[in-house]
């Protein structure tokens, strides 16, 4: 088990930024690739964004490219979306997951999940 937290959504207006973080609560991620989800009402959940274990490779959708960066800090066992120039289309539940040992952008594969944080922008 890897119990997954995320935190920093919220309220903000178009063009802005937030920044999202995902703690690993008592274990390490430093052999875990992890994802960033978001499903917005109505529509299913899709991968925004991954970044391999070492934090060498990453993945990002085509719909963020340029506006979000992911990164990752094995010392705090924490990874971070950091998301700009935020769009209402932006609007979402964004989950972490993780996935172990491997690196993947198939959702399947992602095998703990945290509980999401609401991000919603406003235009």
């Known amino acids: 088990q890897v119990p997954l937290v995320e935190s920093g959504g919220g309220l903000v207006q178009a063009g802005g930024s937030l920044r999202l973080s995902c703690a690993a609560s008592?274990?390490?991620?430093?052999?875990?690739?992890i994802g960033w989800f978001r499903q917005a009402p109505g529509k299913e959940r899709e991968l925004v964004t991954a970044?391999?274990?070492?934090?060498?490779?990453?993945y990002y959708a085509d719909s963020v490219k340029g506006r979000f960066t992911i990164s990752r800090d094995n010392a705090k066992n924490t990874v971070y979306l950091h998301m700009n120039s935020l769009k209402p289309e932006d609007t979402a539940v964004y989950y972490c997951a993780a996935a172990a040992f491997i690196w993947t952008t198939e959702e399947y594969k992602y095998t703990f999940w945290g509980q999401g944080t609401q991000v919603t922008v406003s235009s």
């Open positions: 970044i391999s274990s070492g934090g060498s490779t990453n």
């Open positions: 008592g274990r390490t991620t430093t052999t875990y690739t």
